[in-house]
Structures are given as C-alpha cells and as structure tokens.
Nanobody, 126 residues
Framework: QVQLVESGGGPVQAGGSLRLACAAS????????MGWFRQAPGKEREWVAA????????YYADSVKGRFTISRENAKNTVYLQMNSLKLEDTAIYYC???????????????????WGQGTQVTVSS
C-alpha cells in the first residue's frame, strides 16, 4: 500500500512558476512508476506527465511539453512537477499517482495507476 500526499499548489499569476511535490509512504517507492494528472472543473481528469521508476525516462502531454518538468528523488520518496510559464488553462486540481511494476512506456490513463493522492489546487490568474 502506498499513500501519496501532494503539496505546493496555490494561486499564481500567468507566466509564473510553481513546483508541486508528492510525498509517498512505503519503502518501495523507488520501484513505482509515477504520474501527474489534473482535473479542471467540469472536465475529465487529464494526464500531465509521467516518470519511470529509475527516472531515466519522462513523458509529457503535448499541452505542457516544454513548460513542465517531472522529476523524482527516490531517497526522499518524492516526485516533483516543476511548472513554468503557467497559463490560465493550467488551472486545475493536480493529482499524483503511482503504479507498481511498470515497463518504461507511457501510462496516460487513470486506470493504469494503482494509487492516488488527494490533490492540490493550482489557480492561475491574469
């Protein structure tokens, strides 16, 4: 069982930056494939980025490519999402998710993940 807790969300002006963190419990974090999703009001949950258990591969949705960076520190049981050049349309609740025993492929649908955090709100204003 893995518990995930997101932090780092908040209000930010368009063009600004935020760094989200997701802290995981458990001693097997280093074996988990991690992802970030987001959900805006009235919309479906949308995949944002993912990273393999070793951190050797990262994957991004086209909407955030070049602006967001996912990373992880296995020694700290934490995965990060650095968000730069934020836009109004990035406003959403951001969730981290974990999947055990994954190959190094893109995992972009919610059903592919085993564990979820409660989310952190990001609000981008003009």
């Amino acid at each position: 069982q893995v518990q995930l807790v997101e932090s780092g969300g908040g209000p930010v002006q368009a063009g600004g930056s935020l760094r989200l963190a997701c802290a995981a419990s458990g001693r097997t974090f280093s074996t988990y494939y991690m992802g970030w999703f987001r959900q805006a009001p009235g919309k479906e949950r949308e995949w944002v980025a993912a990273i393999t258990w070793s951190g050797d591969r990262e994957y991004y949705a086209d909407s955030v490519k070049g602006r967001f960076t996912i990373s992880r520190e296995n020694a700290k049981n934490t995965v990060y999402l650095q968000m730069n050049s934020l836009k109004l349309e990035d406003t959403a609740i951001y969730y981290c998710a974990a999947r055990s025993h994954s190959l190094s492929v893109i995992r972009s649908t919610p059903g592919e993940y085993d564990y979820w955090g409660q989310g952190t709100q990001v609000t981008v204003s003009s």
